[in-house]
């Protein structure tokens, strides 16, 4: 655990001297491509620097942020795109990097006070919300703790409930660091997902939003516009969303080899990809009746969610498995509190405070 703390902080130390760097570049060259060769070294080091974390509590967090949020500013940032770009004068160096490494976007001017928990706009969830996600995580642990003697897809259905769930309180707690020390708005990741009525509501609405509007803006955009010349511009938007999903499929592999370090089966490609051509069909759909047939919402909602969960169990949550992160989320609970308890006693503390009491 010690040992992975210190990476930890040498991970993070280099990647934000390597977003200093990133960040005088944007004042000395213009967009373009001298822009981007001179930081595509720094977007060849975030893809490495994860390698040296393989703990799902540090390593996940960190790949999810370096490799995939900040590289993807990063090339957006090159061309004078994404949020990175889109101020009159550079932003201060603190602002760069959290809008580089975070999931955030400004909601208010950084001068202005931050709004008042609970009022409107915040765009963050009531305390009560979350409070019932983990009282549902409470209810179901002593299932979990029987998983041995239950269907083995029942465990898979209780592994993607708590990666929902422990996904979106992680990115609450980053949320509430950013309200208090930058004044800053994460952009909201989730939006009730299981009330979907749609695989587009889903993955367009509710689902990993910030993802979303990276992948809109790096692939979406650019294969589409692409994709309007040869195809027409009614056409378009399906070689766009595919080839999102292909790229989300191929990130998330990579995510995993980072906490898991085993070779990818390309299963949750395939998940992603199969994602993608439904979203297609149902778009196709969508605009061959004009809108026009639609299912009560009830049935809409059951449907998408039964897709979902159906595509999740058969390809995507065997990969939780494969990667053992039950086993290492469990390992590395434990090495915590071992942590906690041989280096943060009662005894230390008495001894600190009487050796500051002297001094």
């Keep these: 655990m010690e040992g992975e703390i210190k990476n930890f902080i040498m991970v993070w130390a280099s990647a934000l001297l390597s977003l200093w760097y990133c960040h005088m570049?944007?004042?000395?060259?213009s967009k373009g491509a001298i822009r981007f060769f001179a930081i595509l070294p720094v977007i060849l080091f975030l893809f490495f620097l994860p390698l040296n974390l393989s703990t799902?509590?540090?390593?996940?967090?960190?790949?999810?942020?370096?490799?995939?949020?900040?590289?993807?500013?990063l090339l957006l940032f090159a061309f004078g795109h994404g949020p990175l770009s889109t101020y009159p004068v550079p932003l201060s160096f603190p602002n760069f990097i959290s809008l580089a490494c975070l999931p955030i976007k400004f909601r208010q001017s950084p001068d202005k006070p931050v709004q008042e928990k609970g009022s409107k706009g915040s765009g963050q969830k009531s305390s009560l919300n979350y409070g019932l996600k983990i009282a549902v995580v409470a209810i179901t642990?002593?299932?979990?703790?029987?998983?041995?003697?239950?269907?083995?897809?029942?465990?898979?259905?209780?592994?993607?409930?708590?990666?929902y769930i422990g996904l979106e309180l992680v990115l609450a707690v980053v949320a509430a660091f950013a309200r208090v020390y930058l004044r800053l708005e994460l952009e909201p990741q989730f939006h009730e997902p299981y009330l979907a009525t749609s695989l587009q509501d889903f993955w367009g609405r509710r689902w990993n939003l910030m993802v979303t509007s990276i992948l809109h803006q790096t692939v979406y955009s650019p294969v589409t516009s692409i994709s309007s010349h040869l195809i027409g511009k009614k056409w378009a938007a399906l070689p766009g969303v595919l080839a999102s999903f292909l790229v989300s499929g191929i990130m998330h592999e990579l995510i995993f080899y980072y906490i898991g370090r085993k070779k990818p089966t390309w299963e949750l490609t395939c998940f992603f990809f199969v994602h993608g051509?439904?979203?297609a069909i149902e778009i196709v759909i969508k605009k061959a009746f004009n809108g026009k047939c639609r299912q009560p919402t009830v049935v809409s909602?059951?449907?998408?969610?039964?897709?979902?969960?159906?595509?999740?169990?058969?390809?995507?949550?065997?990969q939780v498995?494969?990667?053992?992160?039950?086993?290492?989320?469990?390992?590395?609970?434990i090495a915590f509190i071992n942590f906690v308890r041989d280096n943060i006693t009662t005894d230390s503390w008495f001894k600190s405070f009487i050796t500051l009491k002297k001094g």
Excluded at 144 to 160: C, F, G, N, R, S
Excluded at 308 to 317: H, I, R, Y
Aim: glycine share 4%.
């Design 25 to 29: 570049v944007g004042k000395i060259i």
């Design 301 to 318: 909602r059951l449907s998408a969610l039964a897709f979902v969960v159906a595509t999740a169990l058969w390809l995507f949550m065997p």
């Design 141 to 163: 642990a002593p299932i979990y703790l029987q998983k041995d003697h239950i269907h083995p897809k029942i465990v898979l259905l209780l592994y993607a409930l708590y990666l």
């Design 56 to 73: 799902i509590f540090l390593g996940g967090p960190t790949s999810f942020f370096l490799a995939w949020l900040a590289n993807f500013k």
């Design 277 to 279: 051509i439904s979203l």
């Design 321 to 333: 498995i494969y990667a053992e992160f039950d086993v290492k989320t469990r390992r590395e609970c």
